[in-house]
């Protein structure tokens, strides 16, 4: 069974960095669709970046130039780097996996069937 766990959330300052990481654990990853959610209090989850099993990737208009998603099958893992963080990023990072019957599809939690526990990122001075 396909476990993930997200991790390398924190407090960062306006214009600082993290580096998020979404580990698998059960089944390989190379053969699944993963994206990166997050939801912040009072808000929707809404989609940040996605990344295909064939590096395809996209991102939300929000995130464009900050944050890139990269995947390295062979240590069965799933970044997000995410730079330039503004207050307005605080929230709860969860990472999915899932098969996306389309591409364009990508960002949409609805399309994704295994979820981590998420990991809190704060962007405050």
């Known amino acids: 069974q396909l476990q993930l766990v997200e991790s390398g959330g924190g407090l960062v300052q306006p214009g600082g960095s993290l580096r998020l990481s979404c580990a698998a654990s059960?089944?390989?990853?190379?053969?699944?669709?993963i994206g990166w959610f997050r939801q912040a209090p009072g808000k929707e989850r809404e989609g940040v970046s996605c990344?295909?099993?064939?590096?395809?990737?996209d991102y939300a208009d929000s995130v464009k130039g900050r944050f890139t998603i990269s995947r390295d099958n062979a240590k069965n893992t799933v970044y997000l780097q995410m730079n330039s963080l503004k207050p307005e990023d605080t929230a709860v990072y969860y990472c999915a996996a899932g098969s996306l019957p389309l591409f364009r599809l990508c960002l949409l939690s609805a399309e994704y069937g295994s979820w981590g526990q998420g990991t809190q990122v704060t962007v405050s001075s």
């Open positions: 059960g089944v390989t990853l190379d053969s699944y669709d």
């Open positions: 990344i295909t099993e064939i590096f395809r990737t």
